[in-house]
């Protein structure tokens, strides 16, 4: 193929009618149509933003657990097909007041199978989550909807060579909430513009997490309770805390660079998914025969056992972002400009 010819005329002309638009809160958004103005965009994305929030964290949670209690551990795959089936939701919201092109939802499925294929590759070679990073590089690149619907997508098909279980449809909404708050916390306009290191970029929310985690210790200090150990639910109950605190005190997007994809990373794959993902693990062993049964106590001893494999999973993950996350997102955005996909 010839220098040019990747870009047919259909290609070309598509692209004069679409416009870019950029929102407030620092989103490019290509793909508008020229009578869609600036406030009709970001009244489209806050609704896609509202009705996302309400189906990852209220119908996804009771549809899960839902499943996990009044139909038994064995409806994971009917679970895991409705979780599919409500991602798909938000995302074809983008595509309101169009049709979608072949090339935007061929992107998301490139980067379903790339995230799966890579995550299966480290997982029988080097223990590196890469998966998980791709899927918040996804977030970041193509936005909250599209990283959610990726990260749920990419779980439910690796699931298949790792073997399916009643843990699949948790694994699937916690790669998915990683992808969808990646993509709301960082700013994408102007990247070449936001690689810098400058610490008051984020000091609001490597503060509240600090500050979180000297309450988490002196809270053991005081009350040390039936732990014994400051490694246990204290990380996950306080780093939560942190997350909000930050999330309050951030005004601006984070900006796009290795140390900050890095931080973002590690702590929100540690709290979010780990801290979930100890919940599944005591919800889905109450509901096979002889597990633990449903319990603080039971709770407590998984958050303690579950510290170094979180602190493993999130520190490789940081690592395989910082390496390739601002390389990856500057290809992303490079293909989206082209190509003139969807946001």
Not at 59 to 66: A, D, F, H, M, Q
Not at 168 to 194: D, R, S, V, Y
Not at 233 to 262: C, E, N, S
């Amino acid at each position: 193929m010839r220098q040019g010819d990747d870009l047919k005329p259909e290609d070309t002309s598509d692209l004069k009618q679409e416009n870019t638009v950029k929102t407030s809160e620092g989103h490019v958004t290509y793909g508008m149509r020229r009578g869609m103005d600036l406030t009709q965009a970001e009244a489209a994305h806050k609704k896609r933003t509202a009705i996302s929030g309400i189906i990852i964290f209220i119908l996804i949670p009771l549809t899960v657990i839902g499943g996990s209690n009044l139909i038994g551990h064995h409806s994971y795959m009917l679970d895991s097909m409705v979780i599919l089936i409500y991602t798909m939701v938000p995302f074809f919201m983008v595509f309101e007041r169009r049709k979608p092109k072949a090339r935007e939802i061929v992107l998301i499925a490139m980067m379903s199978a790339l995230t799966a294929v890579v995550h299966m590759m480290f997982h029988f070679t080097v223990p590196i989550q890469a998966g998980t990073a791709l899927v918040i590089v996804s977030g970041i690149a193509l936005g909250p909807e599209a990283g959610f619907l990726i990260g749920a997508l990419a779980r439910f098909v690796c699931n298949f060579y790792l073997t399916q279980g009643a843990w699949t449809p948790w694994q699937m909404f916690c790669w998915g909430i990683l992808g969808f708050l990646a993509g709301l916390a960082f700013n994408k306009a102007n990247i070449e513009q936001l690689k810098s290191r400058r610490f008051n970029f984020v000091a609001a929310p490597v503060i509240a997490m600090i500050f979180a985690l000297i309450a988490a210790y002196t809270s053991y200090l005081i009350i040390p309770g039936k732990d014994n150990t400051f490694f246990g639910w204290r990380l996950y109950a306080f780093g939560a805390m942190g997350l909000v605190l930050a999330i309050v005190l951030q005004h601006k997007r984070l900006p796009i660079d290795g140390v900050t994809l890095a931080i973002f990373t590690f702590f929100v794959t540690f709290i979010v998914y780990g801290g979930v993902m100890n919940v599944a693990a005591m919800i889905t062993s109450a509901a096979i025969k002889g597990g633990q049964p449903v319990h603080t106590d039971t709770l407590r001893t998984l958050y303690i056992a579950g510290v170094p494999y979180d602190l493993a999973h999130a520190g490789s993950a940081a690592l395989f972002i910082f390496l390739f996350g601002e390389t990856l997102i500057g290809k992303l955005e490079r293909i989206k400009i082209k190509y003139g996909i969807y946001r």
